[in-house]
């Protein structure tokens, strides 16, 4: 069985630059969440998607970021502007169902100068 | 009041020992927990899970979950240095917020020869 894909896997832009990961969850996984790791830290939860509907995006700062899931499947998680504090790692996850442990994928380094 | 809440440590055993993980958490609904494991420059993998109070044996690994006093822990019996790395619990919220999968800070756990 496929994991969760995640791309890029290495990212470095300049501050106020846009930049955008794409998750695929693994197959048949209704449930996909995004975290964003700082070094150091526990994964923090992003946004909740239940297919393609928004569960939890209480965390999300909305003021730039911004996450689809189109068709329930893939997704993608946009930055713009990037500022030097969302230098993480960011971490795609899908499971089976709500409740359920999630599978991660192996994340985007994201460093912002 | 953290939705989940780890010793953040570091904890060091000798080889051979048994290793103590504890956490906390502050949603008396959440129904389960999930301990994942994270080696250095990877991602979180999911290690065990635990729905009902008790404890839960797979293989070296124990997990406690303990519902009146909210905390659930993750004994690691006869500890190599290949269980060294930071261990995450987690826990989905209950209540409105069903589903939301919450980490800990993590707990680093290293392991000597």
């Known amino acids: 069985e496929a994991g969760v894909a995640q791309s890029p896997r290495y990212k470095i832009i300049e501050k106020r630059q846009s930049v955008a990961f794409w998750c695929n969850p693994i197959s048949g996984h209704a449930t996909l969440y995004w975290y964003q790791q700082i070094l150091g830290q526990g994964p923090k939860l992003l946004i909740q998607?239940?297919?393609?509907?928004?569960?939890?995006d209480s965390q999300l700062p909305k003021d730039r970021f911004s996450a689809e899931r189109l068709k329930g499947v893939d997704s993608t998680l946009k930055i713009q502007p990037a500022k030097l504090e969302d230098s993480a790692v960011y971490l795609c996850?899908?499971?089976?169902?709500?409740?359920?442990?999630?599978?991660f994928g192996q994340g985007t380094r994201l460093t912002v100068v | 009041q953290k939705e989940v809440e780890q010793n953040s440590g570091p904890l060091s055993v000798p080889e051979g020992a048994i290793a103590s993980l504890n956490c906390t958490y502050s949603?008396?609904?959440?129904?389960?927990f999930f301990w994942y494991r994270q080696y250095s420059g990877k991602s979180p993998e999911l290690i065990m899970f635990?729905?009902?109070?008790g404890d839960k044996e797979d293989g070296r690994f124990t997990a406690q979950l303990n519902k009146a006093s909210q905390y659930v822990s993750l004994l690691i019996r006869d500890s190599q240095p290949s269980d060294s790395a930071t261990y995450l619990c987690?826990?989905?919220?209950?209540?409105?917020?069903?589903?939301?999968?919450?980490f800990g800070q993590g707990t680093i756990l290293t392991v000597h020869p």
């Open positions: 996850a899908s499971s089976y169902e709500q409740g359920r442990g999630a599978f």
């Open positions: 635990i729905y009902s109070n």
């Open positions: 987690a826990g989905p919220a209950g209540g409105t917020s069903y589903g939301k999968l919450t």
């Open positions: 998607f239940q297919n393609n509907g928004v569960v939890d």
């Open positions: 949603d008396r609904g959440s129904q389960s």
